[in-house]
T-cell receptor
Framework: ETGVTQTPRHLVMGMTNKKSLKCEQH?????MYWYKQSAKKPLELMFV???????ENNSVPSRFSPECPNSSHLFLHLHTLQPEDSALYLC????????????FGDGTRLSIL | KQEVTQIPAALSVPEGENLVLNCSFT??????LQWFRQDPGKGLTSLLL?????REQTSGRLNASLDKSSGRSTLYIAASQPGDSATYLC???????????FGTGTRLQVFP
């Protein structure tokens, strides 16, 4: 496999469920990102990890909990989400945390019932 | 605060037309500007990156220009094809925040 792979591609969950999104990159990059893409809104940067360390949290509610066990894997743990959290969640990676050369996965389409 | 606007929000054209997508930004203190393509249900793919010192970049049928002083960029697509149908997003990296700020995109449909 090459590039950035996200699973699952689609997820429907209730507000009280707990689920996790997974991202894996096979590009040898050091930085990984979570973005949120809502309808008719610009992409919003959520979290940045560089060499497994979180370097940025853009005031994201605590019901979103990221985890980066190594430079190739990134998770987004979800708990007690709200309907407005329904969106496309995109993972990206880049060689450096400056994000000059972002490679995106195909996203997870999340729907909150 | 940097804001990026893309006009039009949607565009439908017949195959073969030359077309221009517009991007404007409020703060001209930028490192660079990028154009991305997003196919339905897919992630973003970088098309062109223009450094702040450059005026334009070309890749095949695509040409992107940058006028930093007026806060504008255009993406020119020559001889459009149905395969060009996608959403095109513009993003700028500001000096102040060193973050990539995205516009909301232009959804392009090219029909045969």
């Amino acid at each position: 496999e090459t590039g950035v792979t996200q699973t699952p591609r689609h997820l429907v969950m209730g507000m009280t469920n707990k689920k996790s999104l997974k991202c894996e990159q096979h590009l040898g990059h050091n930085a990984m990102y979570w973005y949120k893409q809502s309808a008719k809104k610009p992409l919003e940067l959520m979290f940045v990890y560089n060499f497994k360390e979180q370097t940025e949290n853009n005031s994201v509610p605590s019901r979103f909990s990221p985890e980066c066990p190594n430079s190739s894997h990134l998770f987004l743990h979800l708990h007690t989400l709200q309907p407005e959290d329904s969106a496309l969640y995109l993972c990206a990676s880049s060689q450096e945390a400056t994000g000059w050369d972002l490679h995106f996965g195909d996203g997870t389409r999340l729907s909150i019932l | 605060k940097q804001e990026v606007t893309q006009i039009p929000a949607a565009l439908s054209v017949p195959e073969g037309e030359n077309l221009v997508l517009n991007c404007s930004f409020t703060d001209s203190a930028i490192y660079n500007l990028q154009w991305f393509r997003q196919d339905p249900g897919k992630g973003l793919t970088s098309l062109l990156l223009i450094q702040s010192s450059q005026r334009e970049q070309t890749s095949g049928r695509l040409n992107a220009s940058l006028d930093k002083s007026s806060g504008r960029s255009t993406l020119y697509i020559a001889a459009s094809q149905p395969g060009d149908s996608a959403t095109y997003l513009c993003a700028v990296r500001s000096y102040n925040t060193d973050k990539l700020i995205f516009g909301t995109g232009t959804r392009l449909q090219v029909f045969p």
